[in-house]
């Protein structure tokens, strides 16, 4: 089955090439082409199929990205965002991440890591590569926790605690299963509680909070 995307960004230009890049790999099919956040939402909206995957822009005129991805994450919170943005700055990045973008690109990345990309989000929830990976570290990861994230932590089963290690690996449901020795839907069924009682919406989520609190240990 092709990943359905959309792409919204306020250059045609840009817009029409990575279209053209993208439909010249097998599986993958853009369906929404948007010139700014709110052509994106009405894009969405009125369309028969949502987009599995969203090629985000930031800087657009009427709404940007930004907004965009905040209403996105709460009418569509199925859609899974990847940020590519001339705006590489850690700032950015970390935002982004907070509000639920799956991964986060430069706009001079190589068409074969945006496809990359594409593909890893779609199958594991997130990608982030190693300077992303990095940024991530240095600026969400703290060496303090309070009581009550201790105490949030204490709540978290042991087989939970191992699925999240795996998610935050970059491991797919079918390798997790495979690696603990359950079903893929336990392992659905261990996601949707480490969301529930950690409170994020997303796998992204689940990686960026595991990291924060020092709930894994990643080399």
Known sequence: MDILIAI???EALFRRGMRLILEDYSGLKVIIEAEN????LDCIRASDELPDVLL????????GG????????REFPSILIVVISSHFSKAFIINMIEIGASAYLGKNTAP?????????????????NTEVMG??????????QTRANREQIIDITNREKEVLQLICEECTTQEIADRL???VRTVDGHRNNLLSK?????TAGLVVYALQNGLVNLK
């Open 112 to 128: 074969d890591e945006v496809v990359e990309t594409i593909r890893m989000v779609r199958e594991k929830g997130f990608y982030y």
């Open 56 to 63: 985000l822009d930031l800087k657009m005129p009427l709404m």
């Open 198 to 202: 950690l409170g994020c919406r997303n």
């Open 37 to 40: 956040g709110q052509h994106l």
């Open 66 to 73: 930004i907004e965009a991805a905040e209403i996105i994450r």
């Open 181 to 183: 020795f359950i079903s």
């Open 135 to 144: 940024i991530i570290r240095e600026n969400i990861m703290s060496p303090m």
């Open 8 to 10: 919204a960004d306020d």
